[in-house]
């Protein structure tokens, strides 16, 4: 049975446990609001490595700034997460500065085979 949800969280700069019901397969996250025009997009599969991602930035990756506008990240991006006494499973949004701006909104939509 496929399972399939979407949301938003706003953003605090710090990892964010986010609740689904289940662990997901795939999980994209999108920063709607961000600040530098860059509109972050990171996605996520299983078998990736935890805090992994694909990152993409709307930049020019000519080699004129340090960033570049894909890249496989495999810190502060996104992890399945186990849930606890208090919280469902579900995923976590690490602490990457583009993605995970405070303030700013996220919108996500998570999946499951």
Known sequence: MRQFKTGTVEGTGSAINVSLGFKPDHVKCVNIDDAGSLAPMMEWINGMGAAAGIKSLSIADDGST??????????NGISQY???DSAAPGFTIGADSDLNASGETIVYIATRE
Do not use: E, I, P, T
Not at 66 to 75: C, T
């Open 66 to 75: 340090s960033n570049a506008s894909h890249a496989l990240v495999s810190s």
């Open 82 to 84: 186990d849930g606890s």
